[in-house]
């Protein structure tokens, strides 16, 4: 049964589409089926999968409202391995749609129920805001990957954020959590990095990621091309990284299920 993550954090340009298209390459590098989730009108993960954006047949919209089901609007990243769904802008029009919608909340986690057992991982690609979307993925998850960058208001938004995530979930998905907070962007020569990391380190010490994700221009050259940067260049630190992010994942949720267990 699979696992499945909302990448969510409500600030643009954090890294969360950069997470989502290298962390899915890279559980696919370590033999896990992977669907990937394009959950944002901007359709960078789509893009960044190898897949044209402008001419889909069938996006998530249209099973966000019931127009397809969700293996018709599926397609395959050849250069990623997994399994992609799609969107596009017509995704902004779901926004409003939902919103007229029975079980408006749950429509994503009513779409994945009959395909979940076919992969290990569902990632989800959030839009860079707490919408009517990101609540369904929510309401989707297992729980909630946070990519953030190491800068000064970091912390400040990260509480808000995670107290938004229990609010939704205490209503919605009570068994949704932290699955871990990811240090992305990192530049260990400034100084403000390495203060807002020990302080993450302080208040988070279990749902920090011990993998950090440096600032590598492979990564940020790889999308367009349509590639992971395991693909583009896989000697790359990005590259090498969102390997080690995928191993701490994976042990992590051994971890987990073990205790779980006892
Ligand atoms: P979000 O999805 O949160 O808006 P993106 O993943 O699109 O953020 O990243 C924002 C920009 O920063 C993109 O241009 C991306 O290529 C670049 N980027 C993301 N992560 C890194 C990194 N670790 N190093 C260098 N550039 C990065
Ligand atoms: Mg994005």
């Given at each position: 049964?699979?696992?499945?993550?909302?990448?969510?954090?409500?600030?643009?340009?954090?890294g969360?589409?950069?997470?989502?298209?290298?962390?899915?390459?890279?559980?696919?590098?370590?033999?896990?089926?992977?669907?990937?989730?394009?959950?944002?009108?901007?359709?960078?993960?789509?893009?960044?999968?190898?897949i044209?954006?402008?001419?889909?047949?069938?996006?998530?919209?249209?099973?966000?409202?019931?127009?397809?089901?969700?293996?018709e609007?599926m397609?395959f990243?050849?250069?990623?391995?997994?399994?992609?769904?799609?969107?596009?802008?017509?995704?902004?029009?779901?926004?409003?749609g939902?919103?007229?919608?029975?079980?408006k909340?749950?429509?994503?986690?009513?779409?994945?129920?009959?395909?979940?057992?076919?992969?290990?991982?569902?990632?989800?690609?959030?839009?860079?805001?707490?919408?009517?979307?990101?609540?369904n993925?929510?309401?989707?998850?297992?729980?909630?990957?946070?990519?953030?960058?190491?800068?000064?208001?970091?912390?400040?938004g990260?509480?808000?954020?995670?107290?938004?995530?229990?609010?939704?979930?205490?209503?919605?998905?009570?068994?949704?959590?932290?699955e871990?907070?990811?240090?992305?962007?990192?530049?260990?020569?400034?100084?403000?990095?390495?203060d807002?990391?020990?302080?993450?380190?302080?208040?988070f010490?279990?749902?920090?990621?011990?993998?950090?994700?440096?600032?590598?221009?492979?990564l940020a050259?790889?999308p367009?091309?349509?590639?992971?940067?395991l693909?583009?260049?896989?000697q790359?630190?990005?590259?090498?990284?969102?390997?080690?992010?995928?191993?701490?994942?994976?042990?992590?949720?051994?971890?987990n299920?073990?205790?779980?267990?006892?």
């Amino acid at each position: 049964m699979a696992k499945v993550f909302a990448i969510a954090n409500q600030k643009g340009g954090v890294g969360k589409t950069t997470t989502c298209i290298n962390l899915a390459a890279s559980l696919v590098a370590t033999k896990r089926r992977v669907l990937l989730i394009d959950l944002d009108p901007q359709g960078n993960a789509t893009t960044g999968s190898g897949i044209d954006k402008q001419t889909l047949e069938h996006s998530i919209y249209d099973v966000l409202v019931g127009e397809c089901n969700l293996v018709e609007a599926m397609q395959f990243s050849e250069h990623g391995g997994y399994q992609l769904l799609p969107a596009n802008r017509d995704l902004t029009a779901a926004e409003v749609g939902l919103l007229e919608m029975k079980m408006k909340e749950s429509r994503l986690r009513y779409a994945l129920a009959p395909i979940r057992e076919n992969y290990d991982y569902i990632l989800i690609d959030c839009p860079p805001a707490l919408s009517m979307l990101t609540v369904n993925a929510l309401v989707a998850a297992d729980g909630v990957i946070i990519p953030m960058q190491c800068e000064y208001y970091a912390l400040e938004g990260l509480s808000d954020l995670v107290n938004s995530i229990q609010r939704i979930g205490k209503l919605l998905n009570p068994t949704l959590k932290i699955e871990g907070l990811l240090r992305t962007m990192y530049d260990p020569r400034i100084s403000l990095t390495s203060d807002v990391s020990a302080q993450l380190k302080e208040h988070f010490p279990d749902t920090l990621y011990q993998t950090v994700i440096p600032r590598n221009v492979r990564l940020a050259e790889a999308p367009s091309f349509g590639m992971p940067a395991l693909v583009y260049d896989k000697q790359s630190r990005g590259a090498i990284a969102y390997l080690a992010l995928a191993g701490e994942l994976v042990r992590r949720q051994r971890a987990n299920a073990h205790t779980a267990n006892v």
